[in-house]
């Protein structure tokens, strides 16, 4: 019985001694699934060719498989015995190194690096001063991290001796052992003292002492065949993928960066590194030792300090982790101690990808979901100078076009070189000193962005992209120069520079970027460093305020080019319409369209008042700005009061331009009225037409030469407020925390950052712009009216039209005009086949709607018949044609100030007669063609329209109720007198009339009577 007893429980131990081990180590299915998709999804978002993971747990492996591939181009897959390079990485086995010599003796932490290379002296603050081998370790040596870039391209054995040597006599960024900052070549330094101490190169000696005893067999620190035969290729991001990259050889930054592995030697370092790996044969305690924290200085921001290679966490239950990046691979390990986890992740390519996946990994083992923002520097180099590049290459290209355009024009006599003067030359000297100065500050983007380093340095380390685009870049800027100086020598009437336009918009909007960017770095950076980012404040403020300048000078010009033409464009289209068509069009939206919408267009360079939104805007940051720091309210206040008073001054000067431009613009607007109102008076007389078609044109250009000024000085008040803002706040930067301190850095940002902020409704304030919407409206109705005349039949044929003939006979053959045809409410006059000859009086009769004034119409041309057509002597005749045969004064005349299309000069004395005749001798005066006045009774008024049909003298004479405003001795006059002398004269007169009691003055009568029509003598 005891023995069947036992049985079950021996078979209970046994399987548990099965099962658990796998319980324990083994991933499930749905971890594995998790791991996988976010590997793969994370890869290519990275870009990443390939990739090993390996996850150990205790002294397991637990996860370990390859993704991508070692080499693309033949399709090899990724395994276990891949070798990659693990840059960084290989700092830990340096300081192993370090860790075992003091153990046995031979060197000590605290030592002085100089007591093993006695020539590499550095200082600080141009004093010597002492590092120690412990200082290098944790990287508080305050070697600056510029010091990659002097890392010598070597594979010659005293390579290490070679990138040490580039440290003598070098400047500290800070005090040994003050803080912590990281400088890869600490490490080099350290593989010297390996080989000072040793005798031994540094590759002999961490394979002798550190990879052979931990059975790293798959390890290497030299390329030999066996090595290249499993090595995957590297690769660097280029144009968005990722591209083979041969790399150059830094064997003296080997102890640093450049130690070879595998996933297979990874997982035995993983346990080799938490104590489970028992077959190795190195010194457990040196392990540990490698993984205590430097507490001599600050932890870092994300809590970390920094041990032998390691950076050591304290959250959760521990954690260290180190990252490795050389310029076409990247690893990370990470290790959980107090678990016994471990990962680790090699790619063939420099990605921050490969950290996340590492983390994301971690993550998902704890039961997480991991997720962070990952901004991997090489892809967002690749994509900025992908960007570049295309931008580049169409300003290249752009450029280039225009270039060839305009030697096209200076062949064809298009351009003309355009004399200089010694402000050009100044100019000219000032633009190209100034084309240095970028080209150079291009140059030093590195320096001040990148810590001090170089552009060989970042052609290494970042995407070839980088240099096609730096190239390109400067290639554009100089090929944009040349065409704008060019340009600038060989001018050319109404050139709107579209191209240099575009380019200074960039250009203008950089500027301003680059202001905002250069004071938040300012405002972390040390004083050293100020000074190289106020180069940049002040190319970012030239830039951008001169830019806006030449941009708005441009706009101003272009702008009001679009005004002037868009108006005479409109204008000479009504010119050209048929009165029929004339009066469909509704007059308020002329007057609108002409006067409103083309000035919205007007208005588009100015900046849009916000008013009480940005007065109450501009309130609460004075309120916070208070709250932060009375000084910074003390200041705005005068910088505020400051802009104000220089946009007083210079306003002054802008609102006595504006006005002068106001009073040529109501000039302006009296020829719209005329146009408008005299209408039918131009219709009938083509010379008078073009004669006032000239005396608008020189006013419109006149108003747009002096509204040009007027804009030009309220972009002059916007340029000097944005110069005095933004020299503001540089001020607040670059002099305030020299005049205050104790201003804590926290207030210096809160206070740019609102000064910044309180721009905008500074400028909105001062400023004024239309609102987009309206100004695409305007577009709108200007274009619809354009459709509108446009698709009137205007041409003209003036061949023939002021043919003198002494006798007429104008015949009307079945004419009929009908006004809304399709509608309800059609009123039809006609048909009329009738009659008219010189030597006659025709008087026109009936009743109001009678259909007289359109019967006048269809006599005069202005409306063209529905159906039938008229002959003059014989030959059939168009409305135009029949237009220049009559003089006339309608009902609703309108009466010109000036005698268009009259040769006044030969008419004096008959002027003055007619003027003595009509008694208007003591009212009006003529001078130069122009009535001195015409603020006139209608009566009067209606005298004088008929002096001026008088001197028109044309064949035929149509009066329109003219009698109607006259006393009645004018009226005798007109009817016994001034009738019967126009038949004499041979003339063809037609009167519109109700007075019976002349109607024995008229040859014949023709009465209207609700479109029909009738004649009797």
């Known amino acids: 019985m005891k023995n069947f007893n036992g049985l079950p429980a021996a078979l209970i131990i046994f399987l548990c001694m099965i099962l658990l081990p796998f319980k324990t180590?083994?991933?499930?299915?749905?971890?594995?699934?998790?791991?996988?998709?976010?590997?793969?999804?994370?890869?290519?978002?990275?870009?990443?060719?390939?990739?090993?993971?390996?996850?150990?747990?205790?002294?397991?492996?637990?996860?370990?498989?390859?993704?991508?591939?070692?080499?693309?181009?033949?399709?090899?897959?990724?395994?276990?015995?891949?070798?990659?390079?693990?840059?960084?990485?290989?700092?830990?086995?340096?300081?192993?190194?370090?860790?075992?010599?003091?153990?046995?003796?031979?060197?000590?932490?605290?030592?002085?690096?100089?007591?093993?290379?006695?020539?590499?002296?550095?200082?600080?603050?141009?004093?010597?001063?002492?590092?120690?081998?412990?200082?290098?370790?944790?990287?508080?040596?305050?070697?600056?991290?510029?010091?990659?870039?002097?890392?010598?391209?070597?594979?010659?054995?005293?390579?290490?001796?070679?990138?040490?040597?580039?440290?003598?006599?070098?400047?500290?960024?800070?005090?040994?052992?003050?803080?912590?900052?990281?400088?890869?070549?600490?490490?080099?330094?350290?593989?010297?003292?390996?080989?000072?101490a040793t005798g031994s190169s540094y590759e002999e000696y961490i394979e002798e002492n550190i990879l052979k005893p931990m059975g790293l067999n798959n390890t290497y620190l030299y390329r030999d065949e066996d090595v290249s035969e499993n090595m995957a290729k590297g690769y660097k991001i280029e144009f968005l993928k990722p591209a083979l990259y041969d790399a150059p050889t830094y064997r003296g930054n080997k102890p640093a960066g450049y130690i070879m592995s595998n996933g297979e030697d990874m997982g035995k370092w993983l346990k080799i590194q938490m104590g489970t790996y028992n077959s190795s044969r190195f010194d457990r305690e040196l392990i540990e030792e490698s993984h205590n924290p430097n507490r001599k200085v600050p932890p870092l921001e994300d809590g970390s300090s920094y041990a032998c290679g390691w950076y050591v966490y304290q959250k959760g239950g521990g954690e260290i982790s180190h990252g490795g990046n050389n310029p076409n691979y990247s690893s990370f390990i990470l290790l959980r101690p107090e678990d016994k986890t471990g990962i680790a992740v090699l790619g063939n390519t420099n990605s921050e990808y490969v950290g996340y996946i590492a983390r994301g990994i971690n993550g998902i083992l704890q039961g997480e979901d991991y997720y962070e923002d990952v901004n991997d520097l090489n892809k967002n180099a690749d994509m900025i100078s992908v960007l570049l590049i295309l931008i580049s290459v169409l300003i290249i290209a752009g450029t280039l076009f225009f270039t060839v355009k305009a030697l096209k024009e200076v062949f064809r006599k298009e351009r003309f070189l355009n004399k200089k003067n010694s402000r050009d030359i100044f100019k000219f000297i000032f633009s190209l000193i100034f084309m240095i100065g970028l080209s150079y500050s291009i140059y030093l983007i590195p320096n001040i962005l990148y810590r001090g380093v170089s552009w060989n340095f970042v052609f290494v380390w970042l995407p070839e992209t980088v240099k096609t685009a730096l190239y390109l870049v400067y290639i554009s800027i100089w090929t944009v120069y040349v065409y704008s100086v060019f340009i600038?020598?060989?001018?050319?009437?109404?050139?709107?520079?579209?191209?240099?336009?575009?380019?200074?918009?960039?250009?203008?909007?950089?500027?301003?970027?680059?202001?905002?960017?250069?004071?938040?770095?300012?405002?972390?950076?040390?004083?050293?460093?100020?000074?190289?980012?106020?180069?940049?404040?002040?190319?970012?403020?030239?830039?951008?305020?001169?830019?806006?300048?030449?941009?708005?000078?441009?706009?101003?010009?272009?702008?009001?080019?679009?005004?002037?033409?868009?108006?005479?464009?409109?204008?000479?289209?009504?010119?050209?319409?048929?009165?029929?068509?004339?009066?469909?069009?509704?007059?308020?939206?002329?007057?609108?369209?002409?006067?409103?919408?083309?000035?919205?267009?007007?208005?588009?360079?100015?900046?849009?008042?916000?008013?009480?939104?940005?007065?109450?805007?501009?309130?609460?940051?004075?309120?916070?700005?208070?709250?932060?720091?009375?000084?910074?309210?003390?200041?705005?206040?005068?910088?505020?009061?400051?802009?104000?008073?220089?946009?007083?001054?210079?306003?002054?000067?802008?609102?006595?331009?504006?006005?002068?431009?106001?009073?040529?613009?109501?000039?302006?607007?009296?020829?719209?009225?005329?146009?408008?109102?005299?209408?039918?008076?131009?219709?009938?007389?083509?010379?008078?037409?073009?004669?006032?078609?000239?005396?608008?044109?020189?006013?419109?250009?006149?108003?747009?030469?002096?509204?040009?000024?007027?804009?030009?000085?309220?972009?002059?008040?916007?340029?000097?407020?944005?110069?005095?803002?933004?020299?503001?706040?540089?001020?607040?930067?670059?002099?305030?925390?020299?005049?205050?301190?104790?201003?804590?850095?926290?207030?210096?940002?809160?206070?740019?950052?609102?000064?910044?902020?309180?721009?905008?409704?500074?400028?909105?304030?001062?400023?004024?712009?239309?609102?987009?919407?309206?100004?695409?409206?305007?577009?709108?109705?200007?274009?619809?009216?354009?459709?509108?005349?446009?698709?009137?039949?205007?041409?003209?044929?003036?061949?023939?039209?002021?043919?003198?003939?002494?006798?007429?006979?104008?015949?009307?053959?079945?004419?009929?005009?009908?006004?809304?045809?399709?509608?309800?409410?059609?009123?039809?006059?006609?048909?009329?086949?009738?009659?008219?000859?010189?030597?006659?009086?025709?008087?026109?009769?009936?009743?109001?709607?009678?259909?007289?004034?359109?019967?006048?119409?269809?006599?005069?041309?202005?409306?063209?018949p529905s159906k039938g057509y008229i002959t003059l002597n014989g030959n059939r005749v168009s409305g135009r044609e029949l237009s220049e045969k009559y003089s006339g004064v309608f009902s609703d005349f309108y009466l010109f100030d000036k005698l268009y299309g009259i040769d006044y000069k030969d008419k004096e004395e008959e002027i003055r007669k007619y003027l003595e005749i009509l008694q208007l001798d003591n009212k009006v005066r003529i001078k130069e063609g122009k009535f001195d006045t015409i603020k006139l009774s209608t009566g009067q008024k209606k005298r004088l329209a008929l002096l001026v049909a008088y001197l028109e003298d044309r064949p035929i004479y149509i009066f329109d109720e003219w009698a109607a405003d006259q006393d009645p001795e004018f009226r005798l006059f007109f009817y016994d007198t001034i009738l019967p002398e126009l038949k004499e004269r041979g003339k063809c007169v037609i009167a519109i009339t109700h007075d019976d009691r002349y109607f024995n003055v008229a040859d014949k009568i023709i009465k209207m009577d609700m479109g029909s029509f009738q004649t009797f003598k």
């Open 25 to 196: 180590y083994a991933l499930t299915d749905d971890t594995n699934i998790k791991i996988e998709k976010f590997i793969k999804e994370n890869m290519d978002k990275g870009n990443i060719p390939g990739l090993f993971v390996t996850v150990v747990k205790d002294d397991k492996t637990v996860y370990e498989k390859g993704f991508g591939y070692s080499d693309v181009e033949k399709k090899e897959r990724v395994t276990s015995k891949s070798l990659f390079e693990i840059g960084s990485n290989s700092k830990a086995f340096t300081a192993l190194g370090i860790l075992k010599l003091q153990k046995e003796g031979l060197i000590e932490l605290n030592d002085e690096v100089t007591d093993y290379i006695p020539w590499l002296k550095v200082k600080y603050k141009g004093r010597e001063v002492p590092v120690t081998i412990e200082q290098l370790l944790h990287h508080t040596s305050g070697i600056p991290f510029k010091t990659i870039d002097n890392i010598p391209v070597s594979n010659d054995d005293n390579a290490i001796d070679e990138t040490v040597r580039t440290l003598i006599g070098i400047e500290l960024d800070s005090e040994p052992g003050e803080k912590f900052q990281y400088a890869t070549i600490n490490y080099d330094v350290l593989g010297l003292i390996i080989e000072k």
């Open 488 to 864: 600038s020598l060989y001018k050319k009437e109404g050139d709107k520079s579209i191209l240099i336009l575009s380019i200074l918009s960039v250009l203008s909007g950089f500027g301003n970027a680059l202001i905002i960017f250069t004071i938040n770095m300012a405002i972390r950076s040390g004083n050293d460093e100020k000074v190289k980012l106020l180069m940049y404040f002040i190319l970012g403020i030239i830039l951008y305020v001169y830019g806006q300048r030449i941009m708005r000078i441009r706009m101003i010009e272009i702008t009001n080019g679009i005004v002037y033409s868009k108006r005479m464009e409109i204008v000479k289209g009504l010119l050209k319409t048929p009165y029929n068509k004339f009066e469909e069009i509704d007059k308020g939206r002329i007057q609108s369209t002409l006067n409103n919408d083309t000035e919205t267009i007007s208005r588009f360079v100015n900046i849009i008042i916000s008013g009480v939104t940005s007065a109450i805007t501009l309130i609460c940051c004075f309120i916070y700005l208070g709250f932060i720091n009375i000084y910074a309210l003390l200041l705005s206040v005068i910088i505020i009061l400051f802009i104000a008073g220089i946009y007083y001054l210079v306003g002054r000067y802008a609102n006595r331009i504006g006005e002068e431009a106001r009073d040529l613009q109501n000039i302006f607007f009296k020829f719209i009225n005329d146009l408008i109102g005299g209408f039918k008076e131009l219709s009938l007389n083509g010379k008078r037409k073009e004669e006032f078609q000239e005396d608008l044109e020189e006013s419109c250009d006149r108003y747009k030469v002096k509204r040009g000024q007027s804009a030009l000085a309220f972009a002059n008040m916007f340029v000097v407020g944005e110069l005095l803002f933004t020299i503001a706040i540089g001020a607040v930067v670059f002099i305030l925390p020299l005049i205050l301190k104790n201003l804590k850095e926290v207030s210096l940002e809160s206070y740019v950052f609102i000064l910044l902020y309180m721009t905008g409704p500074v400028h909105g304030i001062l400023n004024a712009i239309p609102n987009a919407i309206e100004v695409r409206i305007s577009l709108k109705r200007i274009n619809g009216l354009l459709s509108q005349i446009s698709s009137s039949d205007g041409k003209n044929n003036d061949s023939g039209i002021n043919k003198k003939e002494d006798k007429i006979i104008l015949k009307l053959k079945g004419i009929e005009y009908v006004y809304d045809k399709d509608g309800e409410n059609s009123f039809k006059v006609g048909p009329i086949d009738y009659e008219f000859k010189s030597g006659e009086i025709f008087f026109i009769t009936g009743g109001n709607g009678s259909g007289k004034s359109t019967l006048a119409k269809l006599l005069t041309g202005l409306y063209v």
